[in-house]
């Protein structure tokens, strides 16, 4: 494991501020992908960006971190929800269903927290599909947090997408990651596994959530 030091702590607003947000992410968690967020952004001078926006929560972090660094962070989401928040499934929220259209919108709530926390103006929100954003980037990033679809369709396709575009020494973070089966889906994981055998080096690990550095070359 690498001897980076990943120690930079949010201040304590930000933190009540994600802690308020919609969410799965687990406090420790949230710290290392803030800490890892405002290494990436200050070693590459780069933008930071996620896969998975939902309601801000991971955002928030970003945000602060792009705040710190002075940077940008952008998060990616079509913000219909992944397979399991669909209705029936286990992580369904029916208060994130649009009566209109019938449908999950994650955007009113994750636009609330982000105004909530005073960071609206340090994320810049990218509303579609990860592959179809990815296909059409072209600006190198400094962190790429993969936290959207956990299928290995999407996971994959967001690791294919999106690791293109980040610079050398830059961050990738995966969320979930489960060896065991018995904790969760596998294909975060086979992501994990599959950024190592391409270079990366493990630089943390919190929980589900992996830190890894891309190589200098
Ligand atoms: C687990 S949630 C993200 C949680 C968020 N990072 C947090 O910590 O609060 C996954 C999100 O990925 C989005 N998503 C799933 N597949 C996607 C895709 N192919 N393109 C864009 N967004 C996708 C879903 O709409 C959902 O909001």
Do not use: N
Not at 154 to 167: F, I, S
Request: aromatic fraction near 6%.
């Amino acid at each position: 494991m690498s001897d980076l030091l990943l120690s930079a702590e949010p201040a304590p607003e930000v933190l009540a501020a994600f802690e308020e947000a919609t969410g799965f992410m687990p406090v420790d968690e949230g710290l290392a992908l803030y800490a890892a967020a405002v290494e990436a952004a200050r070693t590459t001078g780069l933008p930071v960006l996620e896969i998975g926006t939902y309601c801000g929560r991971s955002a928030i972090l970003l945000a602060a971190a792009a705040v710190e660094a002075g940077t940008v962070a952008l998060t990616v989401d079509h913000h219909r929800g992944s397979e399991e928040q669909q209705p029936g499934w286990e992580y369904h929220d029916p208060t994130l269903v649009d009566p209109e259209v019938g449908l999950m919108d994650t955007l009113p709530r994750f636009r609330r927290a982000l105004h909530a926390a005073g960071l609206e103006e340090h994320v810049v929100a990218l509303v579609g599909r990860s592959p179809r954003i990815a296909a059409l980037w072209g600006r190198p990033l400094g962190l790429v947090f993969i936290d959207g679809g956990h299928t290995d369709e999407h996971a994959t396709g967001d690791y294919e997408g999106w690791v293109p575009h980040l610079a050398p020494e830059g961050l990738l973070v995966v969320h979930d990651v489960f060896p065991d089966p018995a904790d969760g889906g596998q294909a975060p994981y086979r992501v994990y596994l599959r950024a190592l055998a391409e270079g990366f080096e493990e630089v943390s690990v919190t929980g589900s959530l992996r830190v890894l550095r891309r190589s200098a070359r």
